[in-house]
């Protein structure tokens, strides 16, 4: 190259003159003459050698972007234009990636780099190490941009954001552990509510760094939160440059705090600054200490609203016994208590209601039933037995009284004639005749009476009977010193049996025993007593 | 509380003051409404006196100070110490 460059030293527009004077200068001779055609490296080489002879090592150019393109590779192609020019500009990864803002189509920036030709295709170029916006400073377009990407993203909806606790348990803080954040941090919340544990994870808020230990601390502590309790994270810095609170304008910053499932509080700078992590927390404090006020309840009034729920309970708890103390003195005056047998009397008046209801009830059911019943018990009866018996007797009667009156009548018919044949009779008959049939009437009369035992009592016969009554038979049937009694025609004789009689053994006792009960005096000589006599005692 | 700093993992059976206010405000609602018989009216009472003493225990709870936490190789955290008293920070 080097011994290149001598030979034909830079770009000579009085040689590349010549080239160009040929075709007009024609003619042999003049071909002859001219040096050989340059390859084309060698021409594009030259060219880029002389422009870089010809432009200082960076120049700055300002125009309008256009055609811009982010390449997979990182680099960036675009190109600068104004009115009436443009130049095809890249940018390489490296450089890019410095870049605080997106380079976009009709953007005026003012772009550092120097002056290059892409060989392949002999390109004029301008390689930029440096882009910044014109105008505007290079943060405030960053952050307009990010802004304007994560609100269109939804980063910022209100329905995104996620409410505070209430009373919380313990928070995690993020912030530098050294400097006033932290130290008006630990006031406030020691202050409103000292209830909550606080836990630190210390970070840069400042330089290259910060940005990237920020996201990965709130990604960290939210998700150890559980564990710690932690249900608050506040996000803070104090109040710096924007340079100085840049990192949490990072895009970095922004999605970690819209990712966290913990709500959080953001406090970074004073009053006038916002940042984009301002705009995504949940809750955006102007400072730190607003943050921590934020964060927490103030311990006062909690303790206030506690004292009130506790009057209100007590209260509403005491007029509630004082009204059932109330209620029970005014029972205890009632009747129920002067008189307690009341209640008792009035239920046992009920039941005898209830019972004599039931009593007659029963009884009006009773006599229904009865009534219902005579009419069948009535009829049933009629078929009774002795019913018939006494009906069959009732006729019987009746015909025997039709009989005997029947009887009676011809009996007295018969009499009548009877009389009528004694009086022919003893007209017709001398009276000898009658007194001899007298005669011979008493003589069977006497006949007669004789078979009757009385009157062989009246010849000196007599029965003897042992002390059962029974008559003797047998002197075997007499034993020694029993009593007998011996009937004779006037009277009954006791007597003691003084000896055994003779003959055989005596009957067994049940033998006469037996006997004995059919011939009883009764059945036996008694029924010689009247029959026989009386006929004889009327007759006369 | 005077738990060691190396264990964090700690009040899980007592009842935040959240729950235990809540407790309190439903308490006081019932009562409030008239509906609850006496009887019920004074356990409830009972409960919600103990409430309010848990409420004030944990308002009046001793300040803390600021526990330190560092990352674990693992990615865990763990509470490293107690940030310096605030006049020396």
């Not at chain 1, 400097?179 to 840069?204: E, F, H, K, N």
Request: charged share 25%; net charge positive; hydrophobic share 45%.
């Amino acid at each position: 190259m080097a011994d290149r460059k001598s030979t034909q030293p830079g770009f000579d527009f009085s040689k590349a003159k010549g080239p160009r004077a040929t075709p007009v200068v024609g003619g042999d001779e003049a071909a002859a003459q001219a040096p050989p055609p340059w390859p084309v490296s060698l021409l594009v080489r030259h060219i880029k050698e002389s422009l870089s002879e010809c432009f200082p090592a960076a120049i700055s150019v300002v125009g309008e972007i256009s055609n811009f393109k982010r390449h997979s590779s990182g680099h960036l192609y675009f190109r600068l234009k104004d009115a009436n020019a443009a130049i095809d500009a890249v940018m390489f990864r490296t450089a890019a990636a410095r870049l605080k803002f997106e380079p976009a189509d009709g953007l005026e920036v003012v772009a550092q780099g120097r002056i290059d030709v892409y060989d392949q295709r002999g390109q004029l170029q301008i390689c930029i190490d440096r882009l910044s916006p014109k105008g505007a400073g290079e943060l405030e377009l960053a952050f307009q941009q990010l802004r304007a990407k994560l609100q269109a993203e939804g980063l910022f909806d209100a329905a995104a954001k996620k409410p505070l606790p209430m009373y919380p348990r313990a928070i995690g803080l993020i912030t530098s552990p050294t400097g006033a954040a932290v130290r008006d941090i630990a006031r406030t919340l020691a202050r409103r509510w000292p209830a909550a544990d606080v836990y630190l994870l210390p970070v840069m808020v400042q330089g290259a760094e910060a940005a990237g230990q920020v996201a990965a601390a709130v990604a960290l502590l939210d998700a150890g939160a559980g564990r710690l309790n932690i249900d608050t994270l506040i996000v803070a810095r104090g109040g710096g440059s924007l340079e100085d609170l840049w990192a949490f304008n990072e895009e970095i910053v922004a999605r970690a705090i819209f990712a966290a499932r913990t709500p959080i509080v953001c406090g970074v700078g004073h009053e006038v600054d916002v940042t984009i992590a301002d705009l995504v927390a949940d809750v955006r404090a102007a400072t730190p200490t607003a943050a921590a006020e934020l964060a927490v309840p103030d311990a006062d009034a909690v303790r206030r609203g506690v004292a009130t729920l506790a009057g209100r309970m007590t209260r509403r708890v005491g007029e509630t016994v004082r009204s059932a103390r109330a209620e029970l003195t005014g029972l205890l005056r009632s009747s129920v208590f002067r008189d307690p047998g009341a209640a008792v009397r009035t239920h046992t008046r009920r039941v005898d209601e209830l019972s004599h209801c039931l009593a007659s009830g029963l009884a009006a059911q009773v006599a229904q039933a009865r009534r219902a019943m005579e009419a069948p018990a009535a009829a049933l009866a009629g078929l009774h037995p002795v019913r018939l018996v006494d009906r069959a007797r009732a006729a019987v009667d009746a015909l025997q009284a039709s009989l005997r009156w029947n009887l009676g009548a011809r009996a007295k018919r018969g009499g009548e004639s009877l009389l009528r044949l004694e009086g022919r009779l003893t007209a017709a008959l001398p009276r000898h005749r009658l007194a001899l049939a007298r005669q011979r009437v008493e003589a069977a009369a006497r006949q007669l009476e004789a078979m009757s035992y009385r009157s062989v009592l009246a010849r000196g016969f007599s029965v003897t009977r042992d002390s059962r009554g029974q008559i003797v038979r047998s002197a075997a049937a007499v034993a020694a010193g029993e009593i007998l009694s011996t009937q004779v025609s006037d009277g009954a004789i006791a007597s003691r049996v003084m000896g055994g009689g003779e003959g055989g053994p005596p009957p067994p006792a049940a033998a006469p025993a037996r006997r004995s009960k059919k011939h009883s005096p009764d059945s036996g000589p008694g029924l010689f007593d009247d029959k026989p006599s009386q006929p004889r005692q009327d007759e006369p | 509380m005077s738990t060691q700093p190396n264990t964090p993992q700690n009040e899980t059976a007592k009842p935040t003051f959240e729950q235990a206010l809540a407790q309190l405000e439903g308490i006081v609602e019932k009562i409030e409404s008239g509906q609850v018989p006496l009887e019920q009216a004074i356990e409830m009472y009972a409960q919600g006196t103990r409430l309010v003493q848990q409420c004030r225990t944990i308002l009046d709870a001793a300040e803390k100070k600021i526990q330190l936490l560092s990352k674990n190789a693992d990615g865990s955290l763990t509470v490293a110490g107690e940030l310096e008293d605030e006049t020396q920070v």
